[in-house]
């Protein structure tokens, strides 16, 4: 048996200090003050009254509040945070503590504040010296209201933006590119380029054409008012207020300066291409490398949302009560079917939460290529993994949420719509493990789990790697023999299942591996916490083993009995931490002043049932009702020239 039955957790005299202990080493408020402030400083921000939640506002107002949100994001940033021009570009860790943690106030204030910061405005910054121009763009992205989109993706190559088609050929008479969309499969798909409300500038890829040749797919500067651009938008998407839209370009002239590339690339005024870089496809990864900090982002918002879900599920339940033979009714948490799967999903978010820190820990503040190759890897297997983690935990939490969970003001749907955002964007997420799996059965910068000494490695973490190289040996060497008979093409799509699941066990083990460390370190300095950690990993730890027990259970060493024995164990484990949920929970620091859900608050059902006292108003929800009741007071203004009726939010007494 691998796990001690007899792991009891009891509260202990120092039990309300737990939240608070368990928070430090969760939130990295030790290795990393700066960043922690950081985050608290954005808590702090969403707290108040400008943030407000409103669920009757239709799409176009839903567009108007996301970006007024921004706008008063930016200005913070700059009178608070001074997050410079040089950080932006040298060390964004800042920016992704305040973008990752905006989708507890809405993902559609993610999604933007994410692009605009840090992949269209970085991108800017990092041509800015080349041309005043550039510049000019740059502060205004930076100080005024230009908002940058990123418009890389189209609508037939999706993720595989080598093929992208729309062209920016140069014209040398007039030292301007003129940019077309040539083809229906080379609509620009689907970029949050619709609604203009102030001046929206794209950081857009096309394909570079000078003196007939084709170089490549590199970004360019396109302010979205240049006459031939078009957008038009595609819809309502459920819970995402966002402007996602189509856009196409008809002979969009723009000027030589535009071309958004570093020093090693070099264009003359006579259309004469220089690059150092012979691969086009290396030319491109080089002009997305930005991209890690902004999938470091999506990362944090997936965790920071599936957080939020845990908590409202944990809380929600708080004055739930169920059927039970023999007594009148009993807590809902006090069920196995209930806890044991929230505590499956707090131990998920443990891991993932720390395997982010130990990301932001590695990742050098001063910029070098070995910084980039680090963090391209390691964002890339995060985002991917997170997305696909968070998304069973909304699943598990919704559930456990009933028929309150459902409602747009509980907030837990909108997560989940956020996280399939998430997977499918800045790289789809299965096809960045497909990536994974390749680069490791070709040993492209795969370090193997290293050599632990006795005992310096849990039993069970060392199964993880035992696992990992030897499904990655047997995928190489049953790669390589067949393609010894077959050609590549058809032997990579005969592989591309297994070659994903070889990324995902890469990544579980690299989760586990950091979750342990935390609990061991948490362990050495003493002290409740470094229990509690240790028996989440072992919850989070044998859940993974146990998910595969069709390839351990052919082990010598994982026999049925053994594998069963670790079930039972598991499951002791979680009963033992059921009790301590709340305090569990209570680390994550998510504050419901934020969300503003009713399931949220410290008597979820009695302050819902408060408003049969005062009478629900004809034609209002009851969480609509709710809300207005305990925070807002709301204003309805008259229809707006869009046709859309705009709601004014003002905090009640106002
Ligand atoms: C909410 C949202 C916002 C967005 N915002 C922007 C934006 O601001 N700017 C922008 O440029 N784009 C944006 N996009 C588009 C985004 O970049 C694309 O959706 C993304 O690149 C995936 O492309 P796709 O949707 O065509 O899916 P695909 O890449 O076609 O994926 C569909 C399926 O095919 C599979 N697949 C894909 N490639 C492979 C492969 N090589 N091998 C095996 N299977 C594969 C995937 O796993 C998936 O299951 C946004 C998307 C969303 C959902």
């Known amino acids: ?280 496809r290396r030319r491109l990864l080089r002009s997305i490398d930005r991209l890690s900090f902004a999938r470091l982002s999506g990362s944090l918002t997936c965790i920071t949302a599936a957080q939020a879900v845990v908590f409202l599920a944990v809380n929600g339940a708080r004055e739930k009560r169920v059927f039970s033979p023999g007594s009148p009714g009993v807590s809902a948490r006090d069920c196995s079917n209930f806890y044991l799967p929230l505590v499956d999903a707090v131990a998920t978010m443990y891991a993932l939460r720390l395997r982010y820190n130990s990301i932001v820990n590695g990742c050098s503040p001063k910029p070098s290529e070995e910084r980039e190759q680090f963090m391209a890897r390691e964002a890339s297997i995060l985002k991917a993994f997170v997305s696909l983690s968070t998304f069973e935990v909304i699943g598990i939490c919704r559930q456990r949420t009933g028929s309150h969970g459902m409602f747009g003001a509980n907030r837990i749907l909108e997560n989940l719509i956020g996280n399939h955002a998430i997977f499918t964007a800045e790289g789809e997420s299965d096809v960045l493990l497909l990536k994974v799996g390749s680069d490791l059965v070709r040993g492209i910068d795969y370090k193997p789990p290293a050599r632990a000494r006795p005992g310096a490695r849990s039993r069970l973490l060392s199964w993880l790697c035992r696992r990992e190289l030897a499904v990655r040996r047997s995928l190489r060497v049953r790669m390589f023999l067949a393609q010894r008979r077959r050609p590549l093409t058809e032997v990579w799509k005969e592989n591309t299942d297994e070659l994903m699941r070889l990324g995902r066990i890469h990544a579980e083990r690299l989760v586990a591996e950091s979750l342990e460390s935390a609990a061991r370190e948490a362990q050495a300095k003493g002290g409740e916490a470094g229990g509690i950690l240790h028996l989440l990993s072992q919850i989070y730890t044998s859940g993974l083993v146990l998910r595969d027990g069709a390839w351990f259970g052919g082990r010598p060493w994982a026999s049925r009995r053994v594998l069963r024995g670790l079930a039972r164990a598991r499951l002791a484990s979680a009963q033992a931490l059921a009790p301590r949920l709340d305090e569990l929970v209570e680390a994550f620091e998510i504050d419901n002043a934020i969300m503003r859900a009713p399931i949220g608050e410290s008597k979820p059902l009695s302050e819902l049932s408060k408003l049969l006292d005062g009478g629900i108003p004809k034609g209002h929800s009851v969480m609509q009702s709710y809300h207005e009741s305990r925070h807002w007071g709301m204003r309805r203004c008259p229809a707006t020239e869009t046709g859309s009726e705009a709601v004014s939010v003002t905090p009640e007494g106002d």
């Not at 939640?53 to 200005?75: N, V």
């Not at 970085?122 to 930076?142: G, H, I, N, W």
């Not at 459920?238 to 370009?249: A, E, G, I, K, M």
């Open 1 to 280: 048996m691998l796990i001690k039955r007899d792991a009891k957790v009891q509260a202990s005299a120092d039990a309300p200090y737990l939240g608070a202990d368990l928070a430090r080493i969760l939130l990295n408020k030790d290795r990393q003050p700066e960043l922690a402030c950081t985050e608290a400083w954005t808590k702090a921000l969403l707290r108040e009254p400008s943030f407000g939640q409103d669920e009757s506002l239709g799409p176009q107002a839903r567009f108007e509040r996301t970006y007024r949100w921004l706008d008063i994001i930016r200005e913070r940033i700059n009178e608070e945070l001074a997050i410079g021009p040089d950080e932006i570009v040298r060390d964004p860790r800042r920016l992704v503590c305040v973008t990752g943690l905006l989708s507890i106030l809405d993902g559609a204030a993610w999604a933007v504040a994410n692009i605009h910061y840090l992949l269209a405005l970085r991108t800017v910054l990092e041509a800015a010296d080349r041309s005043p121009a550039v510049k000019a763009v740059a502060d205004e992205m930076l100080k005024g209201r230009t908002v940058g989109c990123f418009v890389l993706g189209e609508l037939s190559t999706g993720t595989n933006a080598i093929a992208i088609e729309t062209e920016a050929r140069y014209e040398p008479q007039t030292r301007e590119f003129v940019l077309n969309t040539p083809t229906a499969g080379s609509l620009k798909w689907m970029p949050n380029s619709w609604f203009q409300r102030e001046r929206k500038v794209a950081v857009l890829f096309a394909r570079l054409v000078t003196k007939g040749e084709d170089e490549g797919v590199f970004p360019f500067l396109v302010p979205l008012d240049s006459p031939g651009v078009e957008a038009r938008w595609i819809g309502v998407e459920p819970t995402v207020n966002l402007d996602n839209s189509c856009t196409w370009l008809r002979d969009v002239r723009i000027p030589k300066d535009y071309l958004l590339v570093d020093s090693e690339i070099e264009l003359t005024d006579e259309g004469e291409f220089r690059c150092t870089e012979p691969s086009r």
